[in-house]
């Protein structure tokens, strides 16, 4: 098994920077900074190749988004500068910066699915975009930069992609776009109850894409060893049996214990090791294909030495998660999970 992609890349640029609220918010362009000391930096040290992004166009953009929301989108970015509503905000730079995530997601999945060798991919991008859902800007959330990328990936040829979100918020619209598309696999690991208030164990999917959807909510407070147990009991051997020609991360920051938005106990290295497991499962299946989406993550000191964790696992380094049994009431959250799954995978 390889320990590290043979070529890295990482998308990145200053324009994300204009998407800026006219006062103190979380989601600001200090986050950036942040991830650039300590995920963007390393990588390009090690080895990686810069990209530089391109906007998203409408035909990528409309294959997870509905005419209506791009149409309401844009008319409201003309206005300059306000909110969508109490959490989201858009300034001067923003269209730009929106169109460009969702385009840097799209070629992300092209490069990757363009690679002759194994590859690893990191869009360092703002807005994030995994609550946007088909109709609908929400969360800090514009354009869903995951879907497109997906979308972009099904477009390409390929006929599975998986996507692990282990933001500390649930994916509601990742999940919303590709519910009942059994092309897509989307999995997410998310503290419950959190905003945006979906996720439960029960929500498989609908239609043609039951049992695509795989939920894994955990308790306030959790810990490396139930990320761990969450892992290795549902998220791998579901993506093992899926078997994806691409694996996409959204990649949050804010389950670390430092961030103020949220309250799970992980540790700066833990995200290593998530990222090991993803590269190792991604090469288990004969896809040695990793995208990374930056999503969520709040406090600049857990996002630069967390991502810089993430930088050093697609280098080579090994992290290993706490391997002790979770915590009771994750322990019986993990097995909810399995249990509505077991029409559709083998647990």
């Given at each position: 098994m390889m320990s590290s992609p043979q070529r890295?890349?990482?998308?990145?640029?200053?324009?994300?920077?204009a998407h800026a609220a006219a006062s103190p918010h979380p989601e600001q362009p200090a986050r950036l900074g942040a991830i650039r000391r300590g995920l963007v930096s390393t990588l390009r040290d090690g080895g990686a190749i810069p990209l530089t992004p391109r906007p998203a166009s409408m035909e990528e953009l409309l294959a997870v988004h509905s005419a209506e929301?791009?149409?309401?989108?844009q008319q409201t970015l003309a206005r300059g500068r306000g909110v969508i509503d109490e959490d989201t905000f858009f300034s001067p730079g923003t269209h730009e910066a929106t169109w460009l995530a969702a385009g840097g997601a799209a070629r992300l999945a092209e490069q990757l699915l363009d690679s002759d060798e194994s590859a690893a991919c990191v869009l360092a991008a703002r807005p994030p975009g995994h609550h946007a859902t088909r109709t609908e800007a929400m969360g800090f959330c514009l354009l869903n930069n995951v879907a497109v990328a997906a979308a972009a990936a099904l477009k390409r040829g390929a006929e599975r992609v998986a996507i692990l979100d282990w933001d500390v918020h649930h994916g509601n619209g990742t999940q919303d776009i590709f519910a009942d598309d059994p092309r897509v696999l989307f999995i997410s690991l998310h503290q419950w109850p959190l905003y945006p208030g979906s996720g439960g164990s029960a929500q498989v999917g609908r239609g043609p894409g039951l049992g695509r959807t795989v939920n894994l909510p955990l308790a306030r407070g959790g810990t490396g060893r139930d990320y761990a147990a969450a892992m290795r009991r549902v998220a791998l051997p579901v993506l093992e049996q899926f078997r994806p020609e691409l694996l996409l991360v959204s990649c949050g920051f804010d389950a670390h214990r430092d961030d103020p938005l949220a309250g799970m106990q992980l540790e700066d290295d833990d995200y290593g090791a998530l990222t090991n497991m993803m590269f190792d499962v991604a090469d288990r299946v004969g896809a040695p294909r990793l995208g990374m989406l930056l999503e969520g993550g709040y406090d600049l000191g857990a996002l630069e030495r967390a991502?810089?964790?993430?930088?050093?696992?697609?280098?080579?380094?090994?992290?290993?998660?706490?391997?002790?049994?979770?915590?009771?009431?994750?322990?019986r959250m993990i097995d909810q999970t399995r249990r509505a799954l077991e029409d559709y995978w083998s647990l």
């Open positions: 890295l890349y990482v998308i990145d640029d200053a324009r994300f920077d929301h791009l149409e309401d989108l991502g810089y964790g993430v930088a050093q696992a697609l280098l080579g380094r090994r992290f290993e998660l706490e391997s002790k049994r979770p915590t009771l009431e994750n322990e």
